[in-house]
């Protein structure tokens, strides 16, 4: 069954391919008539064929899959919008943590996991105040919009265990780093250039959940 699962999510992906790139340019151009180019509509379809594919590997056959599907679809679209114009948009990031709650909601509610409820909802809670603390502490850091998907990432990460979440938070703030130094090395930026700072944040939230699959 999950890998039939896994097949669909692929599928479903692929078919959201079009849909999810024409978001994505329309919100990083503020412009509702906006049109992807034929390369990000492959890139965006591939992407998110393998966001919803990973997520009923992760989760295996149960309630919660849906949340790791939205998280999927929804980081398809944050990832390309921060990428293009350096900002994270609520649109996106809200209505995923809800849905994500949601879900993990009726998991919890269909399997008893009420205690991974509970710490999905401590985590986000605590991983909004660290982010917003840092925020303070250095506003040229971390945006609006990374405090708000480090919720999000707390929420569905913490889900899984703390360990999970710590483990994504560095593994996002490393590869950050690294592709900074990357592109400071390759002439592409400078020592006060500003870095999108979401992709680093859910490819390491990526991998510290495969690193932790099957989840089930």
Same mark, same amino acid.
């Given at each position: 069954m999950t890998g039939l699962l896994i097949a669909v999510g692929a599928?479903?992906?692929l078919l959201l391919g079009p849909w999810l790139a024409a978001v994505t340019v329309r919100l990083a151009d503020r412009d509702p008539a906006a049109r992807p180019s034929a390369a990000r509509v492959a890139v965006t379809a591939v992407l998110a064929g393998g966001a919803l594919a990973a997520a009923p590997a992760l989760t295996g056959v149960?309630?919660?899959?849906?949340?790791?599907?939205?998280? %999927?679809?929804?980081?398809v679209v944050l990832a390309g919008v921060d990428l293009a114009v350096h900002r994270l948009?609520?649109?996106?990031? @809200?209505?995923?943590? %809800?849905?994500c709650a949601l879900a993990l909601l009726g998991d919890a509610f269909v399997l008893d996991s009420w205690g991974a409820l509970?710490?999905?909802l401590a985590a986000a809670a605590a991983a909004y105040l660290l982010g917003t603390a840092a925020r303070l502490v250095q506003p040229s850091g971390l945006g609006g919009g990374d405090v708000k998907l480090v919720a999000l990432l707390g929420l569905v990460l913490g889900w899984v265990g703390w360990g999970v979440l710590l483990a994504g938070v560095?593994? @996002?703030?490393?590869?950050?780093?690294l592709g900074s130094l990357l592109l400071i090395a390759? @002439?592409?930026a400078g020592?006060?250039?500003?870095?999108?700072?979401?992709p680093p944040l859910l490819v390491g %939230?990526?991998?510290?959940?495969?690193?932790?699959a099957p989840l089930a």
């Open positions: 599928a479903v992906g149960r309630p919660a899959v849906l949340a790791f599907a939205w998280l %999927g679809a929804a980081a948009p609520d649109r996106v990031t @809200g209505p995923a943590a %809800g849905g509970l710490r999905a560095f593994a @996002g703030l490393l590869i950050g780093a390759l @002439g592409r020592w006060r250039t500003a870095i999108a700072f979401g %939230g990526y991998v510290a959940l495969l690193l932790a």
